[in-house]
């Protein structure tokens, strides 16, 4: 009894023991080489002899770990991995004390030290709210830049304007490394970037200023794009210049140079071209190398740009940076469009042909300041802008009834000068107090003014004697300007470590005024003398808005959530006059503001669902009683009856993606209802001229939804990616056509394939298929209903042997089901370039064939609630373009011209020691 007495008091102690050992913590930070922290990094420990995994977390929004575990007497190893920036690995002896690695900084691009091993890198990697594509996992033709690397991205969408959409999101900011680059918006960097030298792509939630500075959760349907560059191009200088000369005297050139030292960057960039136009995309033609933001989506344009971009970071508390732009841009067109245009009893068809030149100068001056000192911080961005622009237009067109009898016929020989100037600021305050509540404070301020004349001869031929034919040869001064005041104050306190109240109130006032005044020519003085009372007309808008509102807002690692409840008071002052006669009309409104959002987060998942009502008034041209006679076969006139703008807004987004699967998809769900939209109103005379005025209607809605999937894998030095995207729509417009009530239902469906295969540093083959599918079905129309189909099919290969030589093609065919009498519905288009790199890759030169089968075109159908639309407008066809580039880049002291493999990754593994 005494022995088991015994056993059982020595079982407790060594219980008691064991219960009482001591845990051992080992903590640190984790960060990429700008400092920036790295969030969900895996970090483990595990044991040397087998890497059995003892413990792992993953880090936190600050990039902080913490490790808890037992005095470990055998060696052991930590490692963290980030599937963007690397791995680092440190050994232990033994572990019996309590361990603080500090800051942990992963940088690939360093390659000397034994504790860092950069193993393949994924393409795609979701970190909390950001999703980061790796860019050199996209394989891009050489030399091209970010919008031809942005077009390869899984959940990407750009159109021919540059308006850029990610998993059905719309994008309204770029930055560099987290800064701007010429302007606020950043959209230079499209045209301008070399892929080459981008390291990763960033999207996350827009954030206003006042957002970053607070660290609130954004409460923006919008993303922001941030561009984080390789960092062997960031220490030194660079230059890239290519020029180049084809057949058809057609040319094009282009330079970019930057300048880094610590956190100072000069920027150069410039180009001059004459084969921009819609149909170069995916990077080719300065379309996709170079510009200052300008786009052309109809005709060819010649366009000559220069700008300059400065960042630095004067001392620990103050940022500064400044941009200047001048552009000249040339375009011409020839457009003819065969419209149907839609009534509830009839039919009937305008033809129009129409050939433009518009000369445009453009000057962009901006300069942004950020001070941040303890707990206040101040961003302040003032810029000007000016343009001028001359444009002459000669068209002429034709409107037959159903049975084709002719029943009007216009001319017009049209000339427009005219000059822009703007200034805007952007203030942002920010300012936190002890007991960690803070003040915010936000403005923008825009004042703007345009002055133009407008030479117009023209005419209009009724051929029902109930209409009197027109003749215009008359002068227009039209001189516009637009004023908006905006300030927002905001107080937050909180209540607990994640929970924050806020109250605060906006106040803004708009000042607009467009004075049209118009003179006949005199044929027996030769000038301009005669008061053209039907053109002659003025509108004024004074308006304000006063916004009080109180923010609930929450704020967990997993759980974040936000709710703003307002009152918006409004106060508009409409005021205009027409043939002598002058009309006043002062609206107020009391409506009520509400938003909200709510997100859920976890390893591999995010939802987020938001909300929100918004309101606005009509425009004093929908409001007054003033009739615009500009056109030649339409007339509007407003209706001061008109109810405000009231809409329902949701949004539901939905993203996954799995590390270990290398998977992962995105969907995005958005439905909109119109309490109250303010639509046209159109009653056609039996000369097919028009006269629209405005009315309310009750109960248009739009859903619609995008997805997106992705896969990659990799087996040996074969690289495979499946991207499947869907869009769909579904919704009702409702307007008024002859006193009736019309209705569109409008369906869309947009599915769309990509697969590619990279072996090794050699091949590259990309198939892709999209479909775009549209319906309308009417009701109280002639018509029940059309439909159009759009069919795309291409393939790319990008081939690089020797190492030196690159050999690009793309090839596609293009369907469009549904066109006009006369438009083409299919076309081959087939483009190809040869590149080859010398003396130590410092030159490279090339040569390309845009349209080797001669067969593109511009044909494009549009169809809506009120009419269906063909159109073909000028476009570049087949040429030779023979071009030399000269790369020089100087880094750190030391001359680097290394390749980049065609913005291909290193598929092997680098190891080496790390410097911190």
């Known amino acids: 009894m005494m022995k088991f007495i015994i056993a059982l008091f020595f079982s407790f102690c060594a219980i008691f023991s064991f219960g009482q050992e001591k845990k051992i913590i080992i903590t640190g930070k984790v960060t990429d080489a700008l400092n920036l922290p790295l969030i969900d990094a895996d970090v483990s420990l595990r044991s040397k002899s087998d890497s059995t995994k003892i413990l792992s977390v993953f880090t936190d929004e600050e990039g902080a770990f913490k490790l808890e575990i037992s005095a470990q007497e055998n060696q052991s190893y930590i490692l963290i991995s980030d599937p963007l920036e690397g791995t680092f690995k440190k050994e232990f002896e033994t572990i019996k004390n309590n361990i603080d690695l500090g800051t942990i900084v992963i940088n690939p691009m360093v390659y000397d030290l034994k504790e860092v091993v950069i193993n393949n890198v994924e393409a795609i990697v979701v970190k909390n709210d950001t999703i980061e594509y790796n860019a050199g996992s996209y394989k891009v033709k050489p030399n091209a830049n970010l919008e031809a690397l942005l077009r390869e991205l899984p959940g990407f969408e750009m159109d021919d304007n540059g308006a850029i959409t990610v998993n059905g999101k719309d994008v309204n900011e770029i930055l560099i490394d987290g800064e701007s680059f010429f302007g606020t918006d950043g959209k230079v960097a499209l045209e301008n970037l070399p892929a080459d030298i981008i390291k990763k792509v960033q999207v996350s939630d827009f954030k206003t200023r006042n957002e970053k500075f607070s660290g609130e959760r954004s409460k923006s349907n919008k993303s922001s794009l941030n561009i984080t560059l390789k960092e062997d191009k960031k220490k030194g200088y660079m230059l890239k210049a290519t020029g180049g000369f084809g057949t058809n005297n057609h040319y094009e050139g282009s330079i970019m140079a930057n300048y880094f030292k610590g956190n100072r960057r000069l920027s150069l960039i410039g180009s001059s071209s004459d084969i921009t136009a819609s149909g170069m995309v995916n990077g080719e033609g300065s379309r996709g190398r170079g510009g200052m933001g300008r786009r052309s989506s109809n005709g060819i344009t010649t366009n000559t740009s220069v700008g300059l971009n400065y ?107 005219s000059n822009a100037n703007s200034f805007s600021n952007l203030l942002s305050v920010y300012q936190r107090f002890k007991n960690k509540s803070y003040l915010d404070f936000s403005s923008t301020i825009s004042v703007g003014k345009t002055d133009a004349t407008t030479r117009e001869i023209s005419s209009a031929i009724f051929y029902d004697d109930s209409r009197e034919n027109t003749n215009r040869n008359v002068n227009t001064s039209n001189i516009s300007k637009n004023n908006s005041y905006n300030f927002d104050l905001k107080y937050t306190l909180p209540i607990t470590d994640s929970i924050n109240v806020s109250v605060g109130s906006a106040y803004n006032f708009s000042d607009s005024e467009t004075n049209n005044y118009s003179l006949n020519f005199n044929e027996a003085t030769g000038q301009f003398e005669d008061v053209n009372t039907d053109l002659t007309r003025l509108f004024s808008t004074k308006a304000s808005i006063i916004n009080p509102y109180a923010q609930f807002l929450l704020n967990k690692r997993k759980l974040s959530a936000t709710l703003q409840v307002g009152t918006n008071i409004y106060k508009q002052d409409n005021f205009g006059v027409y043939k002598a006669n002058s009309e006043q009309l002062i609206v107020n409104e009391v409506l009520p503001q509400l938003q909200g959002n709510i997100r859920y987060q976890t390893e591999n998942n995010m939802w987020m669902l938001m909300y929100n009502y918004t309101t606005s008034l009509a425009s004093s041209s929908q409001l007054l009683a003033i009739e615009d006679q500009s056109s030649l076969t339409s007339t509007l006139i407003g209706n001061p009856n008109l109810n405000p703008n009231k809409s329902h807004n949701i949004n539901l987004m939905f993203g996954n993606f799995d590390r270990k699967t290398r998977q992962g998809f995105n969907a995005n769900l958005n439905y909109s209802y119109n309490e109250s939209s303010i639509v046209n109103s159109i009653v056609t005379d039996e000369n097919l001229t028009r006269r629209i005025t405005y009315e309310n209607v009750s109960g248009n809605y739009n859903f619609s939804g995008n997805f997106s999937f992705n896969k990659q894998y990799q087996k040996g030095v074969n690289k495979f990616r499946v991207n499947f995207g869907l869009s769909a729509g579904y919704g009702l417009t409702q307007g008024l056509n002859e006193g009736l009530k019309y209705e569109a239902y409008n369906t869309r469906i947009s599915p769309n394939l990509r697969l590619n295969w990279d072996y090794g540093d ?35 290969t990008i081939t690089t042997w020797p190492k030196n030589l690159s050999w690009t093609n793309d090839f596609s065919y293009n369907y469009n089901s549904r066109m006009a009498a006369g438009f083409t519905r299919d076309f081959f288009l087939w483009n190809t370039s040869l590149t080859y790199r010398f003396f130590n890759d410092k030159l490279e030169a090339g040569v390309k064939v845009y349209d080797i089968l001669s067969q593109n075109n511009s044909f494009t159908r549009t169809i809506t609630d009120q009419y269906i639309q063909d159109q073909q407008n000028n476009i570049l066809t087949r040429f030779v373009m023979f071009s030399l580039t000269f790369n020089l880049n100087q880094f750190g002291g030391k001359s680097s011209n290394r390749p980049d493999n065609g913005n291909r990754p290193n598929n092997g593994n680098r190891e080496g020691r790390m410097r911190f």
């Open 311 to 417: 960042n630095d970071q004067l001392n620990d508390n103050l940022k500064i940076g400044t941009d200047y732009r001048l552009n000249h841009s040339y375009n011409k067109n020839e457009n003819l469009t065969r419209q149907q245009n839609l009534n509830p009893d009839n039919i009937f068809t305008t033809t129009s042909n129409n050939k433009t030149n518009n000369e445009t100068y453009g000057h962009n001056f901006g300069t942004n300041l950020e001070y941040t000192k303890n707990n206040t911080k101040i961003f302040i961005y003032p810029s000007f802008n000016n343009s001028s622009s001359t444009s002459t237009t000669i068209g002429d067109s034709e409107s037959v009834n159903e049975d084709e009898v002719l029943k009007n016929t216009t001319t017009s020989n049209n000339k427009t000068k």
């Open 762 to 796: 050699y091949l590259t083959i990309s198939p892709s298929y999209s479909l775009n599918f549209t319906k309308s079905k009417y009701e109280n129309y002639q018509i029940n209903g059309q439909d159009n189909v759009t069919h795309n099919l291409g393939i790319r």
